[in-house]
């Protein structure tokens, strides 16, 4: 299963606590904006035998319907699994290697261009060094 950005901010507030409740996860991941409900059960391993991420804890409400007092259970709380602890951790680590290629592709070549600007005009850099050492000298 391909998890996505909002997947891993999912798993990452999740793991900061021991247990969130539903209410508290949609109140952060507005179902509407970001189909919640939909990942959490993806998350769960709920579709096609896919891996947990995410542990359900269910809550146990009456119901009272026409035939008496039933019992219910409820998707309530949700807390990370070791498969997400790791999925996670993984994921940090090549968004960190991304980030640092990222850097030595666009930043370095940048770098080697101004350091061979500076040594073009060492000679110049020199004259104006000495010049600005002798106005400071004649004050």
């Known amino acids: 299963m391909e998890l996505y950005k909002i997947d891993y901010q999912l798993l990452a507030y999740i793991s900061k606590s021991k247990q969130v409740h539903i209410k508290k996860l949609l109140k952060k991941f507005p179902d509407e904006k970001y189909q919640t409900h939909e990942r959490l059960r993806n998350l769960c391993g709920y579709e096609n035998n896919t891996p947990a991420y995410l542990q359900v804890i269910f809550t146990e409400t009456c119901l009272s319907d026409y035939c008496g007092i039933g019992l219910n259970f409820t998707p309530d709380t949700f807390s990370i699994t070791d498969l997400g602890s790791k999925a996670l951790t993984n994921h ?16 370095i070549p940048i770098i080697i261009s101004l350091l061979a600007l500076l040594k073009s005009y060492e000679y110049e850099f020199a004259k104006l060094w000495q010049y600005i050492i002798t106005l400071l000298n004649l004050r």
């Open 92 to 107: 940090a680590i090549e968004v960190k290697e991304l980030r640092r290629e990222i850097f030595m592709q666009s930043r």
